[in-house]
């Protein structure tokens, strides 16, 4: 009785053969991530108010003040812009 076809004997896996081009290509060429910045983006970017120093003076001032606990937070203006938000939630 016979359990392995001759042909069979010492075959390579079918499979095995449409791998490896695909390997043999990716270990020649290596793709890189590449990423462009839009000239409008560039543009958004250089004017942005960031760098400004009056919004800068400002943003420390407002760090200083959250430091030493003089900074004063008015419920009713938070209020005023949650109350929308939270009605549009609601709703859904």
């Given at each position: 009785m016979k359990i392995n076809q001759s042909q069979r004997i010492g075959a390579v896996n079918p499979y095995?053969?449409?791998n490896d081009p695909q390997?043999?290509?990716l270990s020649?060429?290596?793709?890189?991530?590449e990423?462009?910045?839009s000239a409008e983006a560039q543009e958004?970017?250089?004017?942005?108010r960031a760098n400004d120093p009056?919004?800068?003076k400002r943003i420390?001032?407002?760090k200083d003040s959250v430091r030493s606990g003089t900074?004063?937070?008015?419920?009713?203006?938070?209020?005023?812009?949650?109350?929308?938000?939270?009605?549009?939630?609601n709703q859904e």
């Open positions: 095995q053969k449409q390997t043999e290509g020649r060429k290596r793709k890189k991530d990423v462009q910045i958004m970017l250089s004017t942005s009056e919004r800068t420390d001032e407002l900074y004063h937070v008015e419920s009713g203006k938070i209020a005023e812009k949650l109350l929308p938000y939270l009605k549009k939630n």
